[in-house]
Antibody, heavy 119, light 110 residues
C-alpha cells in the first residue's frame, strides 16, 4: 500500500524559512518522479514543483521559482521542500504526490501539511 | 502560469450524466495527451480518477470517463450518485517540464 506522510508545517513569519518533509513507503521511491502541490484555504489546487526519480531534473511554478527548492533522499525514501522568503500568499496545505509515470498524473497523495505565513 | 479553465459548478440528479470541461492552450491540454482528473471531497486529499486523457486507474468506477478535443478536455460522470458530490480538478503537463491545474468544479447531486 503506497503511503505518503508530510510533516514540517506550522506558523511562520513573512520572510522566514520552513522545510517540509514527505516520508514515502509501499513503493519503489527511487523510480518515480515526485511533486509538491498546494491548496490555499478555500481555493483550488496549485502545482508547485517536481523532481525526477534521480533528483537531477527539477522544475518549479513561476510563483515559487527562486524561493523554493525541491529535493529528495532516495536512501531515506524522503522528499523535501525548502521554502525561503515566505509570503502570505504561500499560506496553504502542502501535499506531496507521487507521479504514476512520466507526465501521467499523480496516483498517490499525502494527507497534507498546513503552512501559515503570518506575523 | 495561468490555470486551466473549468466551470465553477455543475449539477445533476441521481442517475443522470454530467460533463465537466477543462480548457487550456496548445502548450498544455492541446499539446499533450497528459490530462488527468482528480476528485476531492471536503477535507480530503485529491484522488486520481482519469489519467492520460481517457484511462481509469484500477479501482475507479467505470462511470468516470475522459476525452479531449483540441485544447479542451472533458470528464463525464454517468449514473450520477450521491458519493460523486465533490470538487473536481483537471491537470495537464505543460511545455517546459511544468504542470498546471484547472480552476476546479464543484459537482452537486440534486
Amino acid at each position: 500500500q503506497m503511503q505518503l506522510v508530510e510533516s514540517g508545517g506550522g506558523v511562520v513569519q513573512p520572510g522566514r524559512s520552513l522545510r517540509l518533509s514527505c516520508a514515502a513507503s509501499g513503493f519503489s521511491f527511487n523510480t518515480f518522479g515526485m511533486h509538491w502541490v498546494r491548496q490555499a484555504p478555500g481555493q483550488g489546487l496549485e502545482w508547485v514543483a517536481v523532481t525526477s526519480s534521480n533528483g537531477v531534473a527539477k522544475f518549479y511554478a513561476d510563483s515559487v521559482k527562486g524561493r523554493f527548492i525541491i529535493s529528495r533522499d532516495n536512501s531515506e525514501n524522503t522528499l523535501y521542500l525548502q521554502m525561503d522568503s515566505l509570503r502570505g500568499e504561500d499560506t496553504a496545505v502542502y501535499y506531496c504526490a507521487k507521479e504514476r509515470g512520466d507526465f501521467t498524473g499523480f496516483d498517490s497523495w499525502g494527507q497534507g501539511t498546513l503552512v501559515t505565513v503570518s506575523s | 502560469q495561468s490555470a486551466l479553465t473549468q466551470p465553477a459548478s455543475v449539477s445533476g440528479s441521481p442517475g443522470q450524466s454530467i460533463t465537466i470541461s477543462c480548457t487550456g492552450t496548445s502548450s498544455d491540454v492541446g499539446g499533450y495527451n497528459y490530462v488527468s482528473w482528480y476528485q476531492q471531497h471536503p477535507g480530503k486529499a485529491p484522488k486520481l480518477v482519469i489519467y492520460d486523457v481517457t484511462n481509469r486507474p484500477s479501482g475507479v468506477s467505470n462511470r468516470f470517463s475522459g476525452s479531449k478535443s483540441g485544447t479542451t478536455a472533458s470528464l463525464t460522470i454517468s449514473g450520477l450518485q450521491g458519493e460523486d458530490e465533490a470538487d473536481y480538478y483537471c491537470s495537464s503537463y505543460k511545455s517546459g517540464g511544468t504542470y498546471v491545474f484547472g480552476t476546479g468544479t464543484k459537482v452537486a447531486v440534486l
